[in-house]
């Protein structure tokens, strides 16, 4: 599958954004969708997860600002970003797994990602 990241750009601090993931090549079905991020000089870190079943999980430091979601009508997942801050400013690539975890080692294949910045 290709994933193919997009909807980045320059935000203010306390602003939005909205990044989409589209699939292609095959199905995302049954899979766990992910979004990851990495900082400059910073390891890739987990963001937010959505399964098939739609059960999500935030990484703490985007709990109740960020809301992930996918519509497999047309293999698309979204991550509704608000509240944004500086720290947030990142490369962030969408991910697909058979498995849930939030280690990016687990990880094969990434995205060209779609950079965030957010100034202060």
């Known amino acids: 599958v290709q994933l193919q990241a997009s909807g980045g750009g320059l935000a203010q601090a306390g602003g939005s954004l909205t990044l989409s993931c589209v699939a292609s090549g095959r199905t995302s079905s049954g899979y766990t969708m992910y979004w990851f991020r990495q900082a400059p000089g910073k390891e890739r870190e987990f963001v937010a997860l959505?399964?098939?079943?739609?059960?999500?999980q935030y990484s703490e430091s985007v709990k109740d600002r960020f809301t992930i979601s996918r519509d497999n009508a047309v293999s698309t997942i979204y991550l509704q970003m608000n509240s944004l801050k500086p720290e947030d400013t990142a490369l962030y690539y969408c991910a697909e797994n058979s498995r849930i975890t939030t280690d990016p080692a687990h990880f094969s294949a990434w995205g060209q990602g779609t950079q965030v910045t957010v100034s202060s």
């Open positions: 959505i399964t098939w079943s739609d059960r999500r």
